[in-house]
T-cell receptor
C-alpha cells in the first residue's frame, strides 16, 4: 500500500499564476478530503468528496479555489489566480466512512511570492 | 471559543519521561476521538483512536477519554527521541465525516 500520494511536494510560484495540486487516494477508499495547514489556523478542511462527488465545499476560501475528482483514483485542487496568503501546506486525505480517522498524504508545501 | 482546545506547548522532556497531552472540547456530540502524530515536513499519521469514554492502551501509548468532563488525554511512557513530533487531537460526531482538530502540541524528547 503506497498510501495517499500527493504531487508536487513543493511548489513555488508567483502571485497571479495558476497552481494545480494533485492527489492519488488509497485504492478502495471512497472518501477524499483536501485540507490546508498553516501556523495561524491549523488544519482546515477545504472540501470533501464521497464516491467522487463533492459533498461539502464550504471550506473553500474563495472562488479562486476549485477541486475536482474525475475518478476514484485522482483528485486535483486548483488555485487561480494564486496569492501570497495562499502559502500553506495542502494535504489530501482519504478513508472509508467506517474509519475513525483518515490517512493523510505527505502534503504539498505551496509558496506564493 | 474554538470547538477543540489543545495546549500548544511546546513541551520538552528528557528521554524516558512520561509525556502527557490534553485536549478539551465543547461539543458533547463528539463520539470518536483520535490522536495524530505529525513529524516535521510530513502529513499527520493516525496514532490512536477511541470510541466514547474509557481508556485504550497500545504499547507505550495510552489514550483516555472522559466525556463527562469533555477532556481527552494521551500519555506516552518511556518517551524516546523518536517521539519528538507534533501531536494533534481530533474528534468527530457519530455519523459525521468532519474531523475537528486541535491546534497541536509540539513535543521534543531530549536524549
Amino acid at each position: 500500500d503506497a498510501g495517499v500520494i500527493q504531487s508536487p511536494r513543493h511548489e513555488v510560484t508567483e502571485m497571479g499564476q495558476e497552481v494545480t495540486l494533485r492527489c492519488k487516494p488509497i485504492s478502495g477508499h471512497n472518501s477524499l478530503f483536501w485540507y490546508r495547514q498553516t501556523m495561524m489556523r491549523g488544519l482546515e478542511l477545504l472540501i470533501y468528496f464521497n464516491n467522487n462527488v463533492p459533498i461539502d465545499d464550504s471550506g473553500m476560501p474563495e472562488d479562486r479555489f476549485s477541486a475536482k475528482m474525475p475518478n476514484a483514483s485522482f483528485s486535483t485542487l486548483k488555485i487561480q489566480p494564486s496569492e501570497p496568503r495562499d502559502s500553506a501546506v495542502y494535504f489530501c486525505a482519504s478513508g472509508l466512512p467506517s474509519n475513525y480517522g483518515y490517512t493523510f498524504g505527505s502534503g504539498t508545501r505551496l509558496t506564493v511570492v | 471559543q474554538k470547538e477543540v482546545e489543545q495546549d500548544p506547548g511546546p513541551l520538552s522532556v528528557p528521554e524516558g519521561a512520561i509525556v502527557s497531552l490534553n485536549c478539551t472540547y465543547s461539543n458533547s456530540a463528539f463520539q470518536y476521538f483520535m490522536w495524530y502524530r505529525q513529524y516535521s515536513r510530513k502529513g499527520p499519521e493516525l496514532l490512536m483512536y477511541t470510541y466514547s469514554s474509557g481508556n485504550k492502551e497500545d504499547g507505550r501509548f495510552t489514550a483516555q477519554v472522559d466525556k463527562s468532563s469533555k477532556y481527552i488525554s494521551l500519555f506516552i511512557r518511556d518517551s524516546q527521541p523518536s517521539d519528538s513530533a507534533t501531536y494533534l487531537c481530533a474528534m468527530r460526531r457519530g455519523n459525521d465525516y468532519k474531523l475537528s482538530f486541535g491546534a497541536g502540541t509540539t513535543v521534543t524528547v531530549r536524549a
